[in-house]
C-alpha cells in the first residue's frame, strides 16, 4: 500500500519540487549554503504535503493542495507574477501567440440563441458559406439555445485543434429548414492593429489594442500602405492597450528612433541592467508621430509612449497611464501548467521605473478609482508628483516617475452629452441590441451600400435616432426632452457607429466613434502645429 502511495505521490511530489528548483535555478548568485537551505525547504514542505495526506481528519489531494498553494505563495509578492493552471494555459497565451484555432466566427448571444455578428475573412466559416446574421442552433448534434448558453460553453465548442471538424446547423432569414455546414476548424489571426485609416489627407490613425507576436508585421503592413499615399504623420492610440508582449513595443519604437537612441532598459534583485537601444534608420524616423494614452494604457504601451517622449521625439496626449513597470518571464512545468514570475523592472530612457506603488494589492487595483475620486481625470492639476521624481529628456523638458506616463498634452474625459436617459441606453446594452436587430432585419437592403460614407449618409435620413427612442420606450427607458437634446449627439454617433460596424467591421466603425473624440482631436491639432 505504501509502495502504492509512493508512486502516486511521485510525480506530484517532482512537480513541487520542480517549482521550487525553479527559484533556485534561477538564482545566479547563490552560494551553495543558500542552495542546501532553499532545499531543505523543500523537504520541510514535501514533509508537511505527508503529514496532511496521512493524518489529516479528512481525505485529501496533495495535487489539488498544490494547485490551491502555488497562487496563495504568488499572492505575497506582487500583483502581476501569476500562476496558470494548464486548463487556461491555451487561452492565456492566444492574445500574445496572435491566434487560436477556431472556426472563425464573431458571435454574441441575443435572445438565448447564438447570434453570428461576422465571419473572418478568408477564415474556415466564411470559406464554406456561414453569414453573418445566422443562429447557430446546433454543434455536433447538440442543441445549443436556452437561458443556459453561455460564452464559454460556445467557445469550448466551436475551438479545437487545427485540422478537426464541427459539424453545425444555422436558422438563417428567409430560409425555413436548417441549413448544415461542416467546418474544418483552422487557425485564426487575432487581430492587435484593430484599425488604419486617413483621418484627415495627411495624418493617418491606427489603433493597436495589444501588442502580441503579429503587431509589429502588422503595424509595418499599415505605415507601408500610407507612407504610398504620401501620409508621414501618425496618431497612435495606446487607450484601453494593456500591453503583451515587449518587443513588439521595442520594434515600433525602433521604427522613430535613431540608431544608438536608449529604447528601454530592464534591471531585477539577480537580473543585471539590460539595455535595448534603436537598431538601424526606421521607416518613421522622419515623421510626424502623436501617442495617444488613458489610465489603461499598461506594460508594453508605456515602453513605446516613455521610449518617445525621454527620446523628444514624439508627443504623449491624453490621461496619465496605468503605471505597470514589471517584468514577467513565462516557465512552464511538464503537466503544461505555468509561470509568470516578475523578475524585473522596466526603466524608460531617462530612468524612469513608472511602476506605481503596490505595497497593498488591493489599493493597487483600487488606484483607478482613487484617481477618479481625487479630479484626475477632469484636471490636469489634480496630480502632484515628488521633485525626487523628476527626469530631465535631453532636450530639457520634465518628465515624471514613479507611476505611469504623463501626458505632454493632458485631455480630460469627456462628460459632454451625458445624461440619465444616455446612462440607461449604455447599461442596458440597448443601443448595441437595436442595432444589431436593425441590421439583422434589414441586412440585405445595408449590405447594398458600397462603403460607410454612403451607409451612415442613409441612416440620418431614415431619422434612425427615431426608431432607437421608440425602441427604448419599448423596453421601459424613460426619456425626457432635455435629456435626448443634451444626449443626441452622441447618442445618434453610437448608433450609426454600431450598425456600420455589423457590415463594414472596425473600418467603418471607428471613424465613426471617434468623429468627436476630443483626444483624437488634440492630436490632429499638434500634428498641424
Known amino acids: 500500500m505504501k509502495n502504492k502511495l509512493a508512486a502516486i505521490l511521485s510525480p506530484i ?5 520542480l517549482i521550487i528548483g525553479i527559484y533556485i535555478g534561477k538564482s545566479l548568485n547563490h552560494s551553495n549554503e543558500q542552495a542546501y537551505s532553499n532545499l531543505f525547504k523543500v523537504d520541510k514542505l514535501h514533509a508537511l504535503l505527508n503529514y496532511l495526506e496521512q493524518d489529516y481528519v479528512d481525505s485529501l489531494s496533495q495535487e489539488d493542495l498544490i494547485e490551491l498553494a502555488i497562487p496563495k505563495i504568488l499572492e505575497q509578492l506582487d500583483p502581476h507574477s501569476v500562476y496558470i493552471p494548464a486548463t487556461e494555459m491555451a487561452e492565456m497565451n492566444e492574445p500574445i501567440e496572435g491566434n487560436f484555432d477556431g472556426i472563425g466566427v464573431m458571435f454574441n448571444i441575443q435572445n438565448d440563441t447564438i447570434m453570428v455578428i461576422n465571419t473572418i475573412h478568408g477564415g474556415p466559416s466564411e470559406k464554406v458559406g456561414v453569414m453573418a446574421g445566422d443562429r447557430i442552433v446546433l454543434v455536433d448534434d447538440s442543441l445549443f439555445a436556452g437561458k443556459h448558453i453561455s460564452n464559454q460553453m460556445v467557445m469550448k465548442a466551436l475551438k479545437g485543434p487545427s485540422g478537426t471538424e464541427v ?22 489571426p487575432i487581430k492587435s492593429v484593430d484599425v488604419a485609416y486617413a483621418v484627415t489627407p495627411d495624418v493617418a490613425y491606427l489603433k493597436i489594442s495589444q501588442f502580441g507576436m503579429n503587431t509589429y508585421k502588422e503595424f509595418i503592413s499599415e ?19 494593456g500591453g503583451g508582449i515587449m518587443q513588439a513595443a521595442v520594434q515600433i519604437a525602433d521604427e522613430f528612433l535613431n540608431k544608438g537612441q536608449l529604447i528601454v532598459y530592464t534591471q531585477g534583485r539577480s537580473k543585471p541592467r539590460e539595455n535595448i537601444y534603436a537598431t538601424t534608420a526606421g521607416l518613421c524616423q522622419n515623421d510626424k508621430v502623436v501617442i495617444l494614452i488613458d489610465e489603461w494604457s499598461a506594460s508594453a504601451s508605456e515602453i513605446l509612449a516613455g521610449a518617445l517622449q525621454d527620446n523628444d521625439r514624439g508627443t504623449i496626449v491624453g490621461r496619465r497611464s496605468f503605471g505597470k513597470g514589471l517584468v514577467q518571464e513565462p516557465s512552464q512545468f511538464p503537466d503544461g501548467s505555468g509561470l509568470r514570475l516578475t523578475i524585473a523592472r522596466y526603466y524608460t530612457p531617462t530612468g524612469r521605473c513608472i511602476q506605481k506603488d503596490y505595497k497593498s494589492h488591493n489599493e493597487y487595483f483600487a488606484d483607478i478609482n482613487q484617481r477618479y475620486e481625487n479630479g484626475e ?12 521624481l523628476k527626469y530631465k529628456t535631453p532636450k530639457g523638458k520634465i518628465v515624471y516617475g514613479g507611476g505611469g506616463i504623463m501626458p505632454d498634452a493632458f ?8 445624461s440619465p436617459y444616455f446612462r440607461d441606453l449604455v447599461a442596458g446594452g440597448h443601443i448595441y441590441k437595436f442595432a444589431f436587430e436593425y441590421t439583422d432585419q434589414n441586412r440585405s437592403k445595408l449590405k447594398a451600400f458600397n462603403n460607410y460614407q454612403t451607409l451612415t449618409r442613409y441612416l440620418e435620413s431614415i431619422q434612425i435616432l427615431d426608431k432607437l427612442n421608440a425602441y427604448a420606450k419599448s423596453k421601459g427607458i424613460r ?7 443634451t444626449s443626441k449627439r452622441v447618442i445618434e454617433t453610437h448608433l450609426k457607429a454600431y450598425i456600420v460596424r455589423n457590415i463594414f ?25
Open 223 to 241: 505605415i507601408a500602405k500610407y507612407q504610398k499615399q504620401e501620409i508621414h504623420s501618425w496618431i497612435i492610440d495606446l487607450r484601453g492597450n
Open 411 to 418: 485631455v480630460p474625459v469627456d462628460t459632454a452629452g451625458y
Open 505 to 529: 467591421d472596425d473600418q467603418g466603425f471607428y471613424p465613426i466613434i471617434l468623429s468627436d473624440d476630443k483626444t483624437v482631436g488634440k492630436a490632429i491639432e499638434m500634428l498641424k502645429n
Open 479 to 485: 426619456m425626457n426632452p432635455q435629456d435626448l437634446q
Open 377 to 388: 481625470f477632469t484636471q490636469a492639476d489634480s496630480i502632484h508628483f515628488a521633485d525626487s
Open 167 to 188: 459539424n453545425i446547423k444555422v436558422k438563417r432569414q428567409n430560409y425555413d429548414k436548417l441549413l448544415a455546414f461542416t467546418i474544418k476548424r483552422d487557425k485564426i
Open 13 to 17: 511530489l517532482f512537480a513541487l519540487v
